[in-house]
């Protein structure tokens, strides 16, 4: 499996008490093609800087997920049918930053 990162935007009628149920069907979702949610980060609501489908703001969530590569076609089509899902764009999660090897000094050998 893959280790992926998704920016969704949730509809701007989201109330703050319903953010939990729309990270969690996004996560069943994810469930439901054989992944894994990792890891669900909270950005708040944001203006656009348009007005998109009537739409002038979203609340905005980073979710991380491990799923195959071939099934993240099949979960971006399930997010499309939820009302609750506004956008969402998914990338391959950046790969941790290298450890540096060397005392420390900072003196080049």
Do not use: C
């Amino acid at each position: 499996m893959n280790k992926y990162e998704a920016m969704v935007i949730f509809r701007e009628s989201l109330k703050d008490t319903e953010w939990d149920g729309a990270v969690e069907a996004v996560r069943a979702e994810i469930e439901k093609l054989d992944g894994k949610l990792t890891s669900s980060t909270r950005l708040g609501k944001r203006e656009f800087a348009r007005p998109m489908q009537k739409q002038t703001s979203g609340h905005y969530g980073l979710v991380a997920f491990q799923l195959a590569g071939d099934k993240v076609s099949a979960l971006l089509a399930r997010l499309k049918l939820n009302d609750q899902v506004f956008r969402v764009q998914v990338v391959a999660a950046p790969a941790a930053a290298a450890q540096k090897k060397g005392t420390g000094d900072g003196v080049a050998e």
